[in-house]
């Protein structure tokens, strides 16, 4: 499955495909990676489990939904309570088997890996996550050069469908939506 975002600093547009993938074999269709809480959206790639644990838990997420770190620190807190994470050793941060992108209704986006850092992603700069990222990413540079009129729903729709032609763990129709919270 692969997730992506774009924003203008104003608007948030969100994209995905909407099958998942099991062995490179389709085994669910009509998947929505997208969580809302509060003015948050998190999309969610990687172990499919913990995503739907975390849609179970959207009302803790809801009472922590201030600022960044409030709702990074919640998902941590909810998913170490659960044992859902691993260590490699004593010193490293512990990883939730998920990539997310972090959207805010005010038009900021944000990355966040295995280990919850984060990473603001710039205006006008189309995001991923999860299979076909480097293809979302490559389009999206080629995209900016041949098309730099084109609107952020029309780039991410493109961007998107990149992935979905791509990479094989990435079937299905490619779903867009303008962030409303």
Same mark, same amino acid.
């Given at each position: 499955m692969i997730i992506t975002a774009i924003t203008d600093g104003h608007e948030v547009w969100l994209g995905h495909n909407n099958t998942v993938v099991l062995d490179h074999s389709p085994i669910s269709e009509d998947q929505n990676p997208w969580i809302y809480f509060g003015n948050w959206? $998190?999309?969610?790639?990687?172990?499919?489990?913990?995503?739907?644990? $975390?849609?179970?838990?959207?009302d803790k997420l809801e009472k922590e939904a201030g600022s960044v770190s409030e709702?990074?620190?919640? $998902?941590?807190?909810? *998913?170490?309570?659960?044992? *859902?994470?691993?260590?490699?050793?004593?010193?490293?941060?512990?990883?939730?088997?998920?990539?997310?992108? *972090?959207?805010?209704n005010d038009g900021r986006v944000f990355d966040?890996?295995?280990?919850?850092?984060?990473?603001?992603?710039?205006?006008?700069?189309?995001?991923?996550?999860?299979d076909g990222i480097d293809y979302v990413l490559g389009a999206d540079h080629v995209i900016r050069e041949i098309k730099p009129k084109l609107s952020n729903e029309e780039r991410l729709k493109i961007v998107t469908e990149a992935a979905m032609a791509n990479d094989i763990d990435c079937p299905g129709k490619a779903i867009m939506a303008k962030l409303v919270v």
């Open positions: 959206v $998190l999309g969610v790639t990687g172990e499919t489990y913990v995503r739907q644990f $975390l849609d179970t838990n959207v709702v990074i620190r919640c $998902l941590a807190e909810i *998913l170490i309570e659960e044992n *859902l994470y691993s260590e490699d050793d004593d010193n490293a941060a512990p990883s939730f088997n998920i990539y997310c992108i *972090l959207a805010n966040l890996d295995s280990s919850f850092s984060v990473t603001k992603i710039p205006n006008g700069k189309a995001w991923a996550r999860g």
